[in-house]
């Protein structure tokens, strides 16, 4: 049957038992949403009347509807036991850590921590320590590793610089050594930030307070490091985009579709921001509902990369995989071992975790499917947009 599992879902936490799959709601983000409703009833007065008429800013809306305002989940963690767990949410300039009860009988949330203009995720949760870690930026572009205090609700910083320092692993074999990516951040003479570097896997030795490099590449992204029982590295590869890198003819190809592309860019970022920001989509998929598929957008943000959902799922289609997803085939599940040796396990991920059995759990987008160790897979629940994941430790 598996280990029990828990993913983030379009703003919603989710948990697999066994054949069980139910889905729950964040209070916090159901009390905003209700702040925000009593707000805007209150304030409601401005757009009715002669007075709103005379300024021009009469509604003919009588009736307001509950926002439901776009929540990104960004981390999410099993605690001391099965049934309790941590995770970070982000809701326009609000940004908190949350437990919560997903026993049958309960749905109890806990307040941890939450702040504006600072933004919490990738967390993780260690069990034998009792320690969580968390990625954290604080008004600025740059993101920081803290430890945090549970049951304090406060956090210490333990990495710096000008980096972007992300997806933070406890190592299971030893509880003093923890595992992040990182880049580092180019700054022009006005503190403006111009340029990243490639991600690399780092290992941090909290007793020793030693940072070491385990693999970078001039080529690739290396994110989303996890240490299985056997001192195998995993994480997921991606290409490095090097604007350095261009020819002559894809610079003059640049030139000429220039002011296409921008008018396309323009648009793309006011529908982006207005999916972020409202949950409402600006493209329109004309007026026959037969012809509208249940997920509207074409273009979403998955931690900072804008995928276009039904190209990538097409070409995932026609590449014949058995369960195809939206993640691009570049974006690759390796293992490094302890030689230094790399090997493919899977293209198309977007996030994965490792049972105790050495099993991986892995989400493409729209499965979420277990390789076993002979390599085989097995569908665990056909799911669309999960893009965090994580197992119960044993």
């Known amino acids: 049957m598996g280990q029990k599992i828990i993913f983030a879902s379009e703003g919603k936490i989710g948990k697999i038992d066994g054949a069980k799959l139910t889905y729950y709601t964040s209070e916090y983000l159901e ?37 439901n305002t776009a929540a990104h989940i960004s981390g999410i963690s099993f605690l001391n036991n099965s049934d309790e767990i941590i995770y970070t949410i982000t809701v326009n300039n609000m940004s908190g850590i949350f437990s919560k009860n997903l026993s049958q009988d309960s749905n109890n949330e806990g307040h941890i921590i939450h702040k504006s203009n ?40 333990i990495t710096e610089g000008e980096s972007k320092d992300q997806n933070p692993f406890w190592s299971r074999r030893n509880k003093n050594i923890l595992y992040y990516d990182s880049c580092g951040i180019g700054m022009d003479k006005a503190n403006n930030e111009i340029a990243f570097s490639q991600r690399f896997i780092c290992k941090l030795d909290l007793n020793a307070g030693i ?11 290396f994110e989303k490091p996890r240490e299985d029982m056997e001192g195998n590295l995993l994480f997921i ?34 529908n982006i921001f207005s999916m972020r920001y409202s ?20 273009d979403i943000f998955i931690e900072g990369n804008l995928i276009n959902v039904e190209k990538t799922l097409k070409e995932n289609m026609d590449s014949g995989e058995k369960y195809p997803g939206f993640a691009p085939r570049n974006w690759e599940l390796v293992k490094m071992d302890s030689n230094g040796k790399v090997t493919s396990i899977k293209k198309g991920v977007l996030d994965f975790d490792i049972e105790g059995n050495g099993n991986i759990v892995y989400t493409n987008g729209n499965y979420v499917i277990r390789i076993l160790k002979n390599g085989k897979e097995e569908i665990i629940e056909k799911i669309p947009m999960v893009t965090k994941i994580k197992v119960a430790s044993d």
């Open 237 to 270: 590869k991606r290409p490095y985009l090097d604007d350095n890198n261009i020819s002559l003819g894809q610079t003059i190809k640049d030139i000429f579709l220039f002011p296409f592309r921008l008018l396309r860019a323009i648009f793309s970022w006011m």
């Open 118 to 157: 600072t933004e919490f995720s990738g967390i993780d949760y260690h069990e034998g320590s009792g320690q969580a870690v968390v990625s954290i930026s604080e008004e600025s572009f740059e993101k920081h590793i803290a430890l945090i205090d549970i049951n304090k609700g406060s956090y210490r910083i």
């Open 279 to 298: 949950g409402q989509n600006l493209r329109t998929k004309g007026n026959n509902p037969a012809k509208i598929r249940e997920k509207s957008q074409e």
């Open 31 to 67: 009390k905003y949403n209700k702040n925000r409703y009593e707000i805007m009833k209150k304030n409601s007065w401005k757009t009715e009347g002669q007075g709103a008429r005379f300024m021009g800013v009469h509604s003919m809306v009588r009736d307001i509807d509950m926002p």
């Open 211 to 221: 940072v070491e490099e385990c693999i970078a590449d001039d080529k690739y992204n």
